[in-house]
């Protein structure tokens, strides 16, 4: 008879987040090699720690092009193509702005508007040469800074999949402070994994309601995330690419469910900058997508539940019929 498969976790502190690895049978080689994994592509995405290939781009930035490795190259393509879809919100060149801010790090502020307006102009991703025979990444103006905290998350947490799928794992769940990526469901559970979606502004345990997926990708990203409070105000750490100031609309946070962790982390972004109604109909038209908005008067919005199924459990929220 086979014996019952116990869950286990391993968890650790990486890219400023908790990291939570969840395996059926205990595998400490397998987990160290997950973690190996994750800590290798960090440093290679950071922007807060030199060196780095993207340090190593930004520094040259102005001066001269810079060759990076293909995953690297690619993860650049991705997002530059993003950055520059009408009316994105996702901006790779908003380095200088998040540097200013320092939204999530010691020493945030609100920055004077002028030196808003003066960064703004470094921050346009059609100033960042690719060339892909060459492999090579050129900023054209000096202080131009490439960011990829909006999609960096997402590109390991598929990693991490792949490496798992690759050695033979069945049922797995890692989840790279909000980025949760799976392999099939935990055993016996046909219903799948339940994914909790935090009750915004409130304890860590707070949840509005769970989320249950089979080889789903789950990313949230929420204004309650990092932010920082004056006079009343709360300064969240999306930026809104043509004002330099926070995204400002009627939502709390944005889930994405999608096959790929990457499109979660991209589209959190893309549909938080277009708010529920456009979010819906962009939705209606990539049914690949799906998506769990909150607002700030307490709605919690879902497109269609192909990939998914939600269940609320805070009664202070509501669900529009
Ligand atoms: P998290 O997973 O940390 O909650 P997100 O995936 O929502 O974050 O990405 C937020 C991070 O992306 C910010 O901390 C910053 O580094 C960067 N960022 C902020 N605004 C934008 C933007 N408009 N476009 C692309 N990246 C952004
Ligand atoms: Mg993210
Ligand atoms: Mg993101």
Redesign the pocket.
């Known amino acids: 008879m086979p014996t019952e498969a116990r869950v286990c976790a391993y968890s650790a502190v990486m890219m400023g ?1 908790p990291i939570l690895l969840k395996l059926f049978d205990h595998d400490e080689t397998l987990a160290r090699q997950v973690f190996q994994l994750i800590k290798q592509q960090e440093n290679l995405l950071t ?1 807060n720690r030199s060196p780095s290939e993207i340090m190593n781009i930004n520094q040259a930035a102005g001066q001269h092009a810079v060759v990076v490795s293909q995953p690297v190259f690619e993860l650049i393509q991705i ?1 530059c193509q993003v ?1 520059q879809l009408p009316d994105s ?4 060149a ?2 200088p ?2 540097k200013r801010w320092k ?2 790090f010691q020493g945030d502020h609100v920055p004077p508007a002028a030196e808003l307006q003066a960064r703004l102009a470094l921050t346009d991703p059609r100033d960042i040469e690719l060339d892909a025979a060459a492999r090579s990444v050129f900023l054209r103006k000096a202080g131009m800074e490439i ?5 960096a ?2 590109y390991i947490a598929d990693c991490v999949q792949a490496f798992l799928r690759q050695q033979q794992v069945g049922s797995a769940l890692i989840n790279l ?3 949760v990526q799976t392999v099939g469901a935990p055993p016996d559970e046909p219903q799948g994994w339940a994914i909790g979606l935090k009750t915004p502004f409130a304890g860590l345990d707070a949840l509005i309601g769970v989320i249950n997926v089979v080889n789903k990708s789950v ?4 204004v309650y ?2 932010y920082f409070k004056v006079d009343g105000h709360y300064y969240h ?5 043509k004002t330099g100031y926070p ?1 400002d609309n009627e939502l709390l946070s944005v889930t994405i469910i999608s096959d790929r962790s990457i499109d979660g ?1 991209i589209y ?2 893309l549909l ?2 277009m708010g529920v109604e456009q979010g819906m109909r962009y939705l209606a038209a990539h049914p690949d997508i799906e998506a769990i908005f909150v607002t700030r008067d307490k709605q919690v919005i879902c497109s269609s539940q192909r990939q998914f199924c939600f269940t609320l459990l805070d009664d202070s929220y509501h669900q529009p019929e």
């Open positions: 987040s922007v997002a950055s919100c996702f901006n790779l908003i380095g702005l998040v939204i999530g960011d990829l905290g909006a999609i998350k997402g402070g909000g980025n990313v949230t990203s929420g995330e990092r750490h999306i930026l809104d690419p995204l982390d959190t972004t938080y900058g």
